[in-house]
């Protein structure tokens, strides 16, 4: 399975945007971009998910590079219940999503 | 429409006992992937289930541990002889389909100790 790698950690302050990145270089063609949110103690959460194109939804928006090699989920106003661990998977097989470290995001009030 | 649901919620075994934890997918999905997460680590997949078969179960270790998904009612997994390196949160997940595309919605974890 192709790799992604996050910083392990972004601090925001509440109320304002967070961009937070993943390089994904050996993905191939038909990976799909996946991002998936946990908070402490719960189970992940599905956040977004996007081919080529750039994604929004009510949750967040997903911005996806020209080459794919990289991508974006934005936050567009942090708040404090969005603290939690972000992770970016890539989703080939549609079987199994394989979870990395993630970056974990802590909003300052 | 509720979503996954899995019982019990905390679960606590000596050494040598059985552990069974349940997991209920949202309504109308018919694929279910189990999930554990280690203290201080992250997610691992065990093991992909549709009804009454398993798919892949490359991530499941090979003694001990069992999965199913009955054509009626809940997936089960269950460890057998648990040891104290069982102790983890385990996850179900579930989907329509299995797609690439497609999005698995997690349960909130059964929290497993084993004393």
């Known amino acids: 399975d192709a790799k992604t790698t996050q910083p392990n950690s972004m601090e925001s302050n509440e109320e304002e945007p967070v961009h937070l990145p993943c390089n994904h270089s050996?993905?191939?063609?038909?990976?799909?971009i996946h991002w998936y949110r946990q908070l402490p103690s719960q189970g992940p959460e599905y956040v977004i998910h996007?081919?080529?194109s750039n994604v929004n939804n009510r949750m967040a928006s997903l911005a996806i590079a020209e080459d794919r090699k990289s991508s974006t989920l934005i936050l567009h106003r942090a708040t404090l219940r969005d603290a939690a661990v972000y992770y970016c998977?890539?989703?080939?097989?549609?079987?199994?999503?394989?979870f990395g470290g993630g970056t974990r995001l802590m909003v300052k009030p | 429409n509720a979503g996954v649901m899995q019982n019990p919620r905390h679960l606590v075994r000596r050494r040598g006992q059985e552990a069974r934890l349940r997991c209920s997918p949202m309504?109308?999905?018919?694929?279910v992937y189990w999930y554990r997460q280690l203290p201080e680590e992250g997610l691992k997949f065990m093991v992909y289930?549709?009804?009454?078969?398993?798919?892949?179960e490359s991530g499941m270790p090979k003694e001990r541990f069992s999965a199913e998904f009955p054509k009626e009612g809940p997936s089960i997994l269950r460890i057998q002889q648990v040891v104290r390196g069982d102790s983890a949160a385990y996850f179900c997940?579930?989907?329509?389909?299995?797609?690439?595309?497609?999005?698995?919605?997690f349960g909130p974890g059964t929290r497993l100790l084993v004393l």
């Open positions: 997940a579930s989907s329509r389909t299995s797609g690439r595309y497609e999005t698995q919605y």
């Open positions: 050996t993905i191939s063609g038909t990976d799909y």
């Open positions: 996007g081919l080529t």
């Open positions: 998977i890539l989703n080939n097989a549609g079987n199994m999503l394989t």
């Open positions: 309504k109308g999905h018919s694929h």
């Open positions: 289930l549709q009804k009454e078969n398993i798919i892949d």
